[in-house]
């Protein structure tokens, strides 16, 4: 069965780096969706994305925050400078259609802010 | 706010015991979903109800909603120690964007 892949699992990042965590959406899917849990608490909304433009952003996803589909298979997001604060689990989904609501999501990406 | 609210927060129950979760609102909805996610990893679909339906099985799984009362839940029958994990009430927001609530946090023992 097709499934949204992520990666790095883990990643340990000092303060003021850029990262950047990638996802392989499932293929045929037309809506990409970034969400983060910080230790503890709920899934937050990041940004939403869809015919190569975001949709929409939270207010979370401010401008260190950006997100690309750079070849039409991975989608990524890159935090430009890291604060301690963006220490989370960072998860992808894809959704095939409008019709279909169904969000199918990776098993996440772990970033440690140091 | 947008996000469901469940309750119990957490629940221990037998292995062979059914687990009920309900999920409360205050929005109008186009549909209600209910998701899982074990030990802060991965989040699974589980099952999705629309506003004018008010029941639905999957398996182990019942789901019911009363768009009237703004409520759903979630029955787990003759519960497994595998499904102990976080069962989240999803609402579904502007661009088709997930809005979780807190969970309710199930251990099944054995």
């Known amino acids: 069965e097709p499934e949204v892949t992520q990666t790095p699992s883990h990643q340990v990042t000092q303060m003021g780096q850029e990262v950047i965590l990638r996802c392989v959406p499932i293929?045929?899917?037309?809506?990409f969706y970034w969400y983060r849990q910080i230790l503890g608490q709920k899934v937050e909304f990041l940004v939403s994305?869809?015919?190569?433009?975001?949709?929409?952003k939270s207010e979370i996803f401010d401008d260190q925050f950006s997100v690309e589909r750079p070849d039409g298979s991975n989608f990524t997001l890159k935090i430009r400078s890291t604060k301690l604060e963006d220490s989370a689990m960072y998860f992808c989904?894809?959704?095939?259609?409008?019709?279909?609501?169904?969000?199918?999501f990776g098993p996440g990406t772990r970033l440690l802010v140091l | 706010s947008q996000q469901g609210e469940e309750d119990p927060q957490a629940l221990s129950i037998q292995e062979g015991e059914n687990a009920t979760m309900n999920c409360s609102y205050k929005t109008s909805i186009n549909n209600l979903q209910w998701y899982r996610q074990n030990s802060g990893r991965g989040l699974v679909h589980l099952i999705l109800i629309r506003s004018n339906e008010r029941e639905k099985h999957s398996g182990r799984l019942r789901v019911t909603l009363d768009t009237s009362k703004k409520s759903s839940s979630l029955l787990i029958t003759a519960s497994r120690a595998a499904d102990t994990a976080s069962y989240f009430c999803?609402?579904?927001?502007?661009?088709?964007?997930?809005?979780f609530g807190s969970g309710t946090r199930l251990l099944v023992r054995p």
């Open positions: 989904a894809s959704m095939p259609s409008s019709g279909q609501e169904t969000q199918y």
């Open positions: 994305f869809y015919n190569n433009e975001i949709s929409e």
């Open positions: 999803v609402l579904r927001g502007s661009s088709y964007k997930l809005i």
């Open positions: 293929s045929n899917h037309l809506y």
